[in-house]
């Protein structure tokens, strides 16, 4: 095939402007590259006597170089042309001109901000600023990891190195007594009996009229009557989108709003910045209510994909085996309290790694979030570091986790019982790439805080970098020390395992709730746009969170009457109640909003 490729290399390689990612070493590829470039231009066919050959392996120098010490020309360029295609996939060089190929410092703010930020930058982070320090800091920090783990270890039933390997035990679960489980079931079913029914437009407009959630949304105009019209026709639009009955079917289920008008609230006022303001004042009016206090404290919060059923052929569109159809993606962030405080539409193929981030970074709420949990499908090792930079922790459970390897920095450390698991190649984590390249990655972490590049983005590009690129290494070398920290707590630590397993759940329980809401044409998603499946995704997000709060401010209601009290309830087993379940909410049927 080599004379087919040379009618079009000769022109595509003058071309390309490709240039090496590290400004400090020079690459052997390109190097090969410019002689090629210069023999084409000067129409010669023999190569050089002094022609470098250092780009290629040595298992493959003896199909190159022949017998004679001369080089074959067409394998020498062959393996070129395979050897550019790698490094440019892998990030090690890349094209100017190129969207998905670019350098990935283009993400960077510029060398000047990033001065004047670094400071500011560091100490919201967990993370020391001098490389040196960082370096000390990181060694300090997995040493204590392993010395918690070895001093609790006679008392762990959980976890035993056995073999070489890990032995895992079960948990033991978190058993009420027989007594608890009665007045459990006992205070669930006196809560069912008082709790108030509703339809869901009556209760949209209840808490509207509470907290005002429309007004980012609506446009108000200066007489009363045109703004309650205003308040009905967001509402109307939220329920046709976030329902799935769509724009179409909505007029004729509810009087009093058009198509047109629908079409004109959807265009021009469902803007995602203005439903993420209208989410949030949901948000803190949930984190305020006293009985959230019994499920969390705002500061521990979960993400999990469920996806829809999305058979548009367009773009977005991709397949799913394990859905068995056609899919898009609805990714929802839950703060521990049940706040629903952030969500993202995106391809199910894409993997949910790359959106981890998102809600931490573009949410509008006043939560302080501190850890945040995922399952094995967005744990990448790289993550671990990435919360990290941003003075978070991540804490996924992992599936398996007993074959995921552990890590050390310090050989010399007596590891004990632990010491069989660092035999594999590469246990011991060498430090010399991460301090080359600490600056480097808190100036890209904090172009991403700083707006210069959406953080899915940058994920994305980041992880769709080759191991051999030195700065995802480093990245990745990083991760590996928090993740080995994460696997030795996670050993050592039940309340540890609990409180992630506890954390998903509610993830779990929002989503059959969203399920419930998002009914209409079995849940199929009909939007086509991404701006559409933007406001379907966040519509639903919106009546997810005035449902919660609905119930919570039910349960509020309720454990603080005078009835209550007299019922001798013990109000700890609150914790172990959820605003989401109840049945007191009607979804389906009419769809009336009344004006007054």
């Not at 020498?76 to 350098?103: H, M, T, V």
């Not at 930058?121 to 600023?129: A, D, E, H, L, W």
């Not at 029914?197 to 009229?209: F, R, T």
Request: charged share 25%.
């Amino acid at each position: 095939r080599y004379s087919y490729f040379r009618q079009f290399t000769t022109k595509i390689f003058s071309l390309l402007h490709l240039q090496n990612e590290s400004n400090t070493e020079q690459s052997a590829t390109l190097e090969a590259l410019e002689t090629l470039i210069s023999l084409n231009e000067d129409s010669k066919r023999k190569l050089p006597e002094n022609l470098s050959v250092t780009f290629i392996p040595d298992t493959l120098k003896k199909s190159i170089i022949l017998p004679d010490g001369t080089i074959d020309k067409r394998a020498w360029e062959c393996f070129l042309y395979i050897k550019i295609r790698d490094e440019i996939k892998q990030g090690n060089i890349n094209a100017p001109e190129s969207k998905r190929y670019s350098s990935i410092k283009t993400f960077n703010i510029s060398d000047e901000e990033w001065t004047l930020l670094s400071d500011n930058f560091f100490k919201r982070s967990s993370f020391p600023k001098d490389a040196q320090d960082a370096s000390k800091y990181l060694t300090k920090r997995l040493d204590k990891a392993y010395s918690d783990y070895l001093a609790s270890e006679s008392k762990n039933n959980y976890a035993k190195v056995v073999n070489g390997g890990w032995s895992l035990g079960v948990d033991e679960k978190d058993n009420l007594t027989k007594d608890e489980k009665e007045k459990l079931e006992k205070m669930k079913s006196w809560f069912n009996k008082k709790m108030r029914n509703i339809k869901l437009p009556e209760l949209l407009v209840q808490v509207d009229n509470e907290l005002y959630f429309t007004e980012p949304i609506s446009k108000f105009q200066h007489n009363d009557s045109n703004q309650i019209k205003d308040i009905f026709d967001v509402l109307a639009t939220l329920m046709a989108h976030g329902c799935n009955i769509g724009t179409y079917t909505m007029p004729r289920l509810m009087p009093g709003i058009t198509y047109e008008r629908i079409c004109r609230v959807t265009d021009w006022q469902l803007t995602e910045d203005a439903l993420r303001v209208s989410l949030s004042t949901i948000v803190n009016a949930i984190s305020k209510l006293d009985v959230t206090t019994y499920w969390g404290t705002g500061k521990y919060s979960s993400s999990d994909a469920h996806l829809k059923e999305f058979k548009q052929k367009v773009a977005q569109q991709t397949y799913q085996p394990h859905f068995g159809g056609f899919a898009i993606a609805f990714y929802t962030f839950v703060a521990d309290n049940y706040a629903p405080f952030h969500c993202k539409p995106f391809e199910c193929s894409e993997g949910e790694a790359p959106h981890a981030l998102d809600g931490h970074l573009y949410n509008e709420s006043d939560l302080e979030l501190e850890e945040h949990f995922t399952d094995t499908r967005a744990a990448a090792t790289v993550l671990f570091g990435v919360f990290e930079w941003y003075g978070k922790k991540y804490s996924p459970r992992i599936k398996g986790i007993q074959h995921h390897k552990i890590y050390n920095i310090d050989s010399k450390k007596n590891y004990g019982s632990l010491a069989p698991l660092l035999k594999h190649k590469g246990a011991t984590i060498k430090m010399q790439l991460i301090e080359k390249y600490w600056d480097q990655m808190g100036q890209f972490y904090a172009s991403i805080e700083q707006g210069k590049i959406t953080a899915s983005t940058a994920l994305r590009r980041l992880l769709s970098l080759s191991k051999k690129n030195e700065f995802f290494k480093a990245n990745l070398l990083l991760g590996r020390i928090l993740k080995t920290e994460h696997i030795l707590q996670h050993m050592s630590d039940p309340e540890y395992r609990r409180k992630k397993h506890q954390g998903l759940l509610k993830g779990e329980e929002i989503h059959q709730l969203a399920r419930d809401i998002n009914y209409a044409h079995r849940g199929k998603i009909s939007a086509r746009t991404d701006k559409a499946l933007i406001v379907c995704c966040n519509s639903l997000t919106i009546i997810l969170a005035t449902i919660i709060y609905w119930q919570a401010k039910e349960l509020n209601r309720l454990i603080n009457s005078e009835e209550f009290k007299q019922m001798d309830f013990n109000l700890k087993l609150m914790a172990h109640i959820s605003p989401v379940g109840w049945d007191n909410v009607v979804l389906y049927g009419e769809y009336i909003i009344k004006m007054e």
